[in-house]
């Protein structure tokens, strides 16, 4: 039924039951009980037809001028469209305009596709602060670091930069190293036994937890628990939907990652006692959580020096929820990308060689690294081209100027999205078209609007793992063109994107992988 059915509204007065003033004769013949089971029928149908109308003068209150439906569906909004996103739906969203609104579930929300405006609200901590999706503060548990705000989150997060140090990245690079040629043969000896070409999807996720946890934890996490939670993670990814069902129940998906968080917080609370036993006891750090437990041991350190078991482990789990969905995904589609542009995975394998002098086996460094702009590049433009988060939600403190003709109300939830900065023809010539070498050219438009490349966030909050999170994709794909050749199976999907939290190929990037010959291109 329509809320604007004027038949509706015509039969609201006379049906109200507010007391004597609208009490009518009521005709002998009519049963009593009948009649007021009419009434309250009215009455009921008026309130309803009363909150549908409020729903939609709001809505239509709050969206002002900007584009969107005119109308919202009662009660649910675009829900359905929010539980099976599209990229072609956002798309159409982003291109109606700088600014945009929906409603779901009577949440207001205000989409923000330029850069300008998508950077205005990173970067006004006052008006606006991040609020993730629904599921989130469940999931993480809601006295994660990363839900503090203003001064108590600055504070917290200049104790952490000392975790991404190039000191720390140092100690990284040489366990990704490790890690990551471990899981590339058997990636191959996989491939020996079942030749077809198979998904990376889940391969390559595995490869980033294991490569996260061992950066993490080091020697302070047995592979028994790296599986463990590599195992249960899956159902962390499931529950990031924009709207969950709101209790965690039996059954439900907030639930499953509820009881996943639990596993993985007991493995990561241990880690970090066996580390700080290790520190005490004079060992050298080999890991995240012993370069920190050591930093806090610095008699030259200001900041706070006590931190629990749990705290630490809570850091650390905030770490994997915030990168584990989007370095995969920068993983799997730099490998599609390389495969499917075999002329510019030529130039990655030549720039390997001259680096590595054609010893292959010898671990990269954060030296070696920077001497391999290419793959740099490479890795740049592959974010770019699908960058692994599009959007990350914040919500509205109090009313929000956010342009000259429009305020966002407070209360809203406000949506930074990224894909049209990194998509500008003017900054991007061929948006679509993966073209590292415009990386390349220090005066190209690319390097000269750095503000466009959001792919990491901007202002207070943004995020905190960027070099880290940069050096391990570059890593794994250089490793992988080392060590085998990857010939991509094209399937009508391959080119469709699966919106699970991040972007994905829809097929999972199906490669055909053999071992290579390493000593020539
Ligand atoms: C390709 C990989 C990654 C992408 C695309 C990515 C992207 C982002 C984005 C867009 C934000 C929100 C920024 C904002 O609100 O302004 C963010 C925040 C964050 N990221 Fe990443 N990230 C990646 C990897 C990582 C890694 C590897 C870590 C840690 C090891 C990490 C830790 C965090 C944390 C803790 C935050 C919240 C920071 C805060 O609230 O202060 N991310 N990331």
Redesign the pocket.
């Known amino acids: 039924m329509s809320f604007r059915d004027p038949s509706l509204s015509a039969s609201m007065p006379s049906s109200t039951s507010l007391g004597p003033l609208y009490t009518f004769p009521v005709p002998s013949f009519i049963n009593l009980s009948q009649g007021k089971s009419t009434t309250w029928l009215y009455t009921t149908a008026a309130i309803i037809a009363a909150l549908l109308i409020l729903e939609q003068s709001v809505y239509r209150y709050k969206k002002g001028h900007l584009p969107g439906a005119k109308w919202t569906i009662p009660i649910i909004g675009k829900f359905a469209e929010s539980v099976t996103p599209t990229m072609e739906g956002y798309q159409k969203q982003w291109n109606s305009g700088a600014l945009s609104a929906i409603s779901v579930f009577n949440i207001f929300i205000v989409m923000a596709s330029s850069n300008e405006y998508a950077r205005k609200i990173?970067n006004s901590p006052s008006y606006a602060e991040?609020c993730l999706v629904h599921s989130a503060k469940t999931v993480l548990r809601p006295d994660n670091w990363?839900f503090l705000n203003g001064k108590a989150?600055l504070s917290y997060?200049r104790g952490l930069n000392s975790l991404f140090t190039r000191r720390a990245l140092g100690i990284y690079i040489g366990i990704q190293d490790a890690i990551t040629r471990r899981h590339l043969n058997r990636w191959l000896e996989d491939a020996a036994k079942e030749p077809a070409p198979k998904p990376i999807m889940m391969t390559a996720r595995h490869l980033n937890m294991d490569t996260?946890l061992k950066v993490f934890c080091g020697k302070h996490i047995t592979e028994e628990a790296a599986l463990e939670i590599n195992e249960k993670y899956w159902a962390i990814t499931q529950s990031l939907e924009l709207v969950n069902f709101p209790l965690a129940i039996p059954g439900t998906k907030v639930y499953k990652a509820v009881q996943a968080r639990k596993v993985a917080l007991h493995w990561l609370e241990l880690a970090a006692h066996r580390s700080k036993i290790s520190m005490a006891n004079g060992s050298e750090p080999e890991c995240m959580l012993d370069e920190w437990v050591q930093v806090l041991a610095d008699p030259a350190y200001k900041g706070r020096r006590e931190f629990s078991d749990l705290e630490m482990a809570m850091v650390l789990f905030?770490?994997l929820f915030?990168?584990q969905d989007?370095?995969s995904s920068?993983l799997i589609y730099g490998f599609q990308h390389l495969a499917d542009h075999p002329e510019i995975l030529a130039k990655v394998r030549e720039e390997q060689e001259r680096v590595r002098q054609g010893d292959m086996e010898k671990p990269v460094t954060l030296e070696m690294l920077d001497q391999m702009p290419y793959l740099n590049a490479v890795v740049k433009e592959s974010?770019r081209v699908k960058?692994?988060?599009t959007m990350?939600p914040y919500k509205t403190l109090r009313a929000f100027p956010i342009s000259d003709d429009y305020t966002v109300p407070a209360n809203s939830m406000v949506i930074p999205s990224f894909f049209n900065s990194m998509h500008d023809p003017q900054i991007f010539p061929e948006p679509e078209e993966f073209k590292p070498e415009r990386w390349l050219d220090p005066n190209g438009s690319a390097n000269q609007n750095p503000k466009n490349y959001i792919?990491?966030?901007?202002?207070?909050?943004?995020?905190?793992?960027i070099e880290?999170?940069t050096m391990n994709?570059a890593l794994v794909l250089a490793t992988a063109a080392v060590m085998m050749d990857f010939e991509h199976e094209l399937t009508p999907l391959s080119n469709e994107v699966e919106i699970i939290a991040t972007l994905f190929p829809k097929d999972g990037c199906r490669l055909k992988l053999t071992p290579r010959m390493q000593s020539n291109n």
């Open positions: 990173l991040p990363v989150h997060r996260s905030s770490f915030a990168s989007a370095m920068g974010m960058p692994p988060v990350v792919l990491f966030g901007s202002g207070p909050h943004r995020c905190i793992g880290y999170a994709i």
